[in-house]
């Protein structure tokens, strides 16, 4: 292949890639979504760049150089860059599949994309951070080429760092369980380099050497950045061509579960019978459960954060938040979707009245249900003495009486379906209405316990939360029904952007 083909080659998968999100049938309805996202990454960026100003000023006074400790807890750095890429980029394995019957041969395709994912703006984006806190730590003593110099090792370093991603996350597409593997090896870094022996924290000076090679412009430290990309490279180069073979002649495969009865929910009747229909696709649908086990282990860890440490000890505000937030963080990340999934069979739904209301008030109860998990590990604070039992009655009431409600107004709104088995990042696109509510869902209960402490002091506040929960929890039938009919009028409508969505 010459020189010529190579740029053309390139230049068109470039302009395929830009106009991927083009091709998704959501497109039109996205533009508030884009709008967003540029707000939201403008945001971070802002946020990158104040905490990139408020780590110097933390420690210009240390006995070490800022840019020296920053360097030797390098490593938090880069696993909270390593955990982060899983909700932003996929393997370029995915992306070869759309041109496996073109006459371009497949290494070279790889070849592609892994360049385009070492170049990725991700790579890049720490750079608000890195930035201002260079400007104000390096430049002073080594001057603006010094700070070019600093940049450019911490964007190699994040380039080993995809690399490492994207061999860790070709084993994760296979089975969910190798996602074990970088936590153990980041948490065995960490304890074994820096808290087993405080006095000989290795790893902080290893740290601190790399980042003074760097901003010293040592070229044994650019020889040696490289020496690790170009193996890892090829590692990934290897994994990804296996995985596309792998992809395209795998035979399709049809799990045999063993059939549940679930026999103690025939006393329910319909409700019972939705509730299993419920339980079925958390455990049968792949994108249904990662969301639902996503939202389950987000939940698991504000409790056990909130019931086990002393970081909100001294924040009586936040503590009764993150209360709340233990109680509806699972409803937040399900919620957000409800009635997607079944959007893929909602014709069989409506062939039988009311069935919709019966499908929400299982999903309702279902929640409800799903409360007892941190209601039972807040119950440990409150033995200690750090929370009352009112306040915990008030968080969980005041989660099933008005978040829940809130975020049950989607079900009259939502008319995208999500793919049952593809991967969450595939699987579909937030909506303008689904940021909306869930941001809402996020915040607006930070505004009532404000208020309502500030005025009326904390168990005055906690017994208010109690009294609007059950209030909003004893009137579910009206609430469901209203929203029931409401979806009943939009039926046609969004019966047709479920189905254009398919």
């Known amino acids: 292949?010459?020189?010529?083909?190579?740029?053309?080659?390139?230049r068109l998968i470039s302009h395929h890639q830009h106009l991927h999100a083009r091709r998704h049938p959501m497109f039109e309805k996205n533009n508030f979504v884009r709008a967003f996202s540029y707000i939201f990454i403008?945001?971070?960026a802002v946020y990158l760049m104040m905490l990139g100003f408020f780590v110097y000023e933390m420690f210009s006074q240390s006995a070490l150089e800022a840019f020296d400790v920053v360097d030797g807890y390098m490593i938090f750095l880069l696993a909270l860059d390593f955990f982060l890429r899983f909700g932003m980029q996929e393997t370029p394995a995915q992306d070869v599949h759309s041109y496996k019957l073109m006459p371009i041969p497949m290494r070279f395709l790889l070849d592609v994309f892994l360049v385009r994912m070492g170049l990725s703006l991700y790579n890049f984006f720490w750079a608000f951070f890195l930035v201002p806190f260079g400007v104000l730590a390096v430049v002073r003593?080594?001057?603006?080429?010094?700070?070019?110099?600093y940049l450019l090792g911490w964007w190699l370093l994040f380039v080993i760092n995809s690399m490492w991603y994207l061999i860790c996350r070709t084993f994760v597409n296979r089975n969910v369980y190798f996602l074990i593997c970088p936590i153990l090896i980041?948490?065995?870094?960490?304890?074994m380099g820096l808290f087993y022996d405080p006095s000989n924290a290795w790893l902080f000076d290893a740290g601190v050497w790399i980042g003074r090679l760097f901003v010293e412009r040592n070229p044994l430290m650019y020889l040696l950045s490289f020496s690790l990309i170009i193996p890892l490279y090829a590692v990934n180069r290897r994994l990804q061509y296996i995985s596309v073979y792998t992809e395209i002649s795998k035979k399709e495969q049809v799990h045999k579960y063993k059939t549940q009865h679930y026999v103690l929910l025939n006393r329910l009747g319909t409700i019972g019978e939705y509730l299993k229909i419920e339980i079925r696709s958390i455990i049968r649908n792949s994108v249904v459960r990662k969301q639902f086990l996503s939202g389950f282990y987000c939940m698991l860890a504000f409790c056990v954060i909130f019931a086990f440490t002393g970081v909100y000890d001294d924040l009586p505000m936040m503590k009764i938040y993150i209360c709340v937030y233990c109680f509806s963080c699972l409803s937040i990340m399900t919620l957000t979707v409800v009635l997607c999934a079944e959007g893929n069979y909602i014709d069989g739904l409506m062939s039988r009245k009311e069935s919709i209301l019966s499908l929400l008030k299982a999903k309702y109860y279902f929640n409800c249900a799903l409360m007892l998990v941190p209601f039972i590990i807040t119950l440990f604070p409150v033995f200690k003495g750090k929370l009352t039992i009112s306040e915990t009655l008030g968080c969980a009431f005041f989660t099933s009486g008005v978040v829940m409600p809130f975020l049950f107004q989607l079900a009259a709104y939502n008319d995208a379906s999500i793919n049952l088995n593809a991967r969450i990042t595939?699987?579909?696109?937030s909506t303008k209405t689904q940021i909306i509510f869930s941001s809402c869902a996020l915040f607006f209960p930070m505004f009532v316990m404000y208020t309502m402490v500030t005025l009326l002091g904390e168990d005055l506040?906690?017994?208010?939360?109690?009294?609007?929960?059950?209030?909003?929890?004893?009137?579910?039938?009206?609430?469901?029904?209203n929203i029931y009919h409401r979806f009943m009028h939009r039926r046609y409508t969004i019966m047709d952007g479920f189905r254009n969505s398919r």
């Open 426 to 429: 595939k699987s579909g696109r």
């Open 461 to 481: 506040a906690a017994l208010c939360m109690i009294s609007i929960g059950i209030i909003g929890t004893i009137l579910h039938p009206l609430w469901l029904r």
């Open 141 to 149: 003593f080594y001057g603006v080429v010094g700070l070019l110099s």
């Open 42 to 44: 403008a945001f971070w």
């Open 186 to 191: 980041y948490a065995l870094l960490i304890y």
């Open 1 to 10: 292949m010459t020189l010529s083909q190579v740029r053309l080659f390139y």
